[in-house]
């Protein structure tokens, strides 16, 4: 079976985790998020968590040195040589090309780049209604995706939060920071012909569908 290399790219809020939840399922890949590994890394107080918090805070990035040596060896886990989902990496051209150098000394390559497209006001109203539960990960939104009891997890009833770096002012600077440092990564992996793009503004299920017959195909297709 072929490998399967796969990037979700995307502004902030466009349904990357709740895609990735259903895609990893589907397809039994490993999920690497950065933003979950960063956090956590802020909530343990390590010397990543450290260095990261103040640029997260500020809706900014993480500086590429901070950040692609950890995803790097992430990727050279066991659980992820056969394949990976990574969310929010890269992030910037640099970091691309790294993700790039370090594959191809590895004799691996990229299978696609999944952009989950959505407006700059379908992204405020989105984060401004997102909530977390902060043990496990999982999203949801208090209009369009509300959980089975307000303010609790489905999974295992732990509280649901808003991230911080969810609140009106922070959205805007984040979505700037999306226009500026991450968006030329679709013109990058379009040159490359490895770019998917995905309508993102319609609901769930309906994106669900559309990724995940796009990767059973790249996954026919490699195989031949
Ligand atoms: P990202 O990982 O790209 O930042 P999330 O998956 O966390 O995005 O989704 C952001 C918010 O939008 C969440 O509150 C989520 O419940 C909601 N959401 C995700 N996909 C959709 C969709 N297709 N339609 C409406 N709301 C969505
Ligand atoms: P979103 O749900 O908005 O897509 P993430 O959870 O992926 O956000 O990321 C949250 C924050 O973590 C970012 O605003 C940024 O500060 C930091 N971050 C995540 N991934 C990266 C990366 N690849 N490079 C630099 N900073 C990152």
Redesign the pocket.
Known sequence: MAELNLILV??????????AERITEDFNLPYIATGNILRAAVAEGTELGLKAKGFMDAGGLVPDDVIIGVILDRLQAEDAAEGFLL?GFPRTVPQAEALGADLSSLGRQLTAVLL?DVSDDEVIR??S???VSAKTGR???VE??PPKNEGVCDVDGSRLIQRDDDKPETIKNRLAVYHEQTEPLVDFYSNLGLLRRFD?????AE?HDRIRAQIAALRVEGSL
């Open positions: 995307g502004p902030p809020g466009a349904g990357k985790g709740t895609q969310d989950i989105r984060l209604g997102r909530r999203v949801y939104h369009f995706d993102g503004s319609r609901p769930p994106v």
